[in-house]
């Protein structure tokens, strides 16, 4: 294996792949887009410094444990990992859509057909994961990514678990999660683990349907959620009065205190909300309410099947034809041990260290194919420098030219208050903090695209409905400077653009 070649925007990574772009930061490194050359594949490589971290190397082993026993239409598909000193890659299905908090509007959300198909995605998602004895316990929109069909594909299992062993149940006593997404009973602990992770799937749906978190943790010093709890009061407030009579009857069973009268994934599915026919128009007004349901489907007509696109079959196919991973007993007990039985090779001779007969069985999307063309065209991949660019909202071209777009920024960020720091590969790091007076980073990466400059914000540490509010009050400065168009796009492909 050739070693891995870190200089240069475009560089070769392992023999045959090259790393294309960085796709988001977790909280242990980067995610990086690798392309291979010859077929165009592409898959996500996440690097977590175990020498930096030290405290990421029980939930990396934890992590990857648990993501090679899923295979699942909505959960990211686990290809493979490689330690190279203290480095650990691991190699995932590449989620070209991005995240499920980009299309959420702050204080808006989004039409409720979407909602509703995001919404009913990923319960049979967690479905999956609870019928396999794994919970979850950080479900948030930052952590659902969507694949080029705009499909629900729930990653980052670092703080996973399994909580059913040999049919049984365990009950769980970690407090983890992130604070406006977690279940009360998990403050308080031990806590059953699927009614926790279906707490938090309700405050995603208030999220989606409202653009807002309906508070900021759910205990008794945060009046928000004691509303929510004890009184009448919350009908009359937001989030809860942009929704309508039917989104709030399935919520306030979702989001019941007692996680012993939750209702179960099941029932979720079976409750009308879930199998009302919303009009699905191009609605330009989001504040929808009672007047855009229609009659309810018959039940469970909207199974999460339904939404898919139909490319998603072969995606399936594809999949299932690969042998399918089955679960030793011993590996369910390493899981709940912290995987002490993990291999830990460092043998640098192996590209990916393939798992259970598969190892990138990700299909040739056309996306990768039009880019596999281009690069035979031009002969040369290796000279070729290409930029595929994840789907997000939170990026725009500008008219100016590359300094006055530096100057234009700075001056915007200087007066909304943010600290600014910008390094050599022209990425401008932004740290504030938000309405909660936590932490929020993001980054700004200035790139040039076929001569047009392109300002690409993302998210490093914090909410993600916060750093759209702050993307959104950046752009409305630098109006007279954006490129008018469409704010999103498939997928771009630049040649020699990279600067
Ligand atoms: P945190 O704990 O802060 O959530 P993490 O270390 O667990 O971070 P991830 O959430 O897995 O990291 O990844 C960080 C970001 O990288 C994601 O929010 C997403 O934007 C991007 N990303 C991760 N995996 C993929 C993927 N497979 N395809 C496309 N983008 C990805
Ligand atoms: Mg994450």
Redesign the pocket.
Known sequence: MSSCTQNGSNREFVEGWTLAQT???????E?KLLINRQTGEAV?M?MVDLKKHPDAVLSVRKEVCIQKILQDPHI?RYFGKRSQGDIEYIF????AG??LFDRIEPDIGMPQHEAQRYFTQLLSGVQYLHSRGVAHRDLKP??L?LDEHDNIKI??F?MATMFRMKGKERLLDKRCGTLPYVAPEVLVKPYHAQPADIWSCGVILVTMLAGELPWDQPSANCQEFVNWKENDQWTTKTPWSKLDTLAISLLRKVLAVQPAHRINLDKILDHKWCNMQFIDCDLKSHDVTDGDLRSPKSKRQCSSSDFSHPFDDSISRVYCSQPMPTMRNDVEADIAAGCGGINRSTNNNSAFEARNGFCFSQPALLDDLILCTQMNQTQSASQNVFQRL?RRMTRFFVTTQWDDTIRRLFTTLDKLGYTRKINDDSVVTISTTDRRKLRLVFKAHIIEMDGKILLDFRLS?GCGLEFKRRFIKIKQILEDIVLKGPTTWPIAIATNSVP
């Open positions: 796709l988001g930061e977790g909280a242990y490194g995610v996500a996440k990211l995932l299905e590449y989620a991005g995240e930052e952590n990514l990653s980052d670092g994840v540490k």
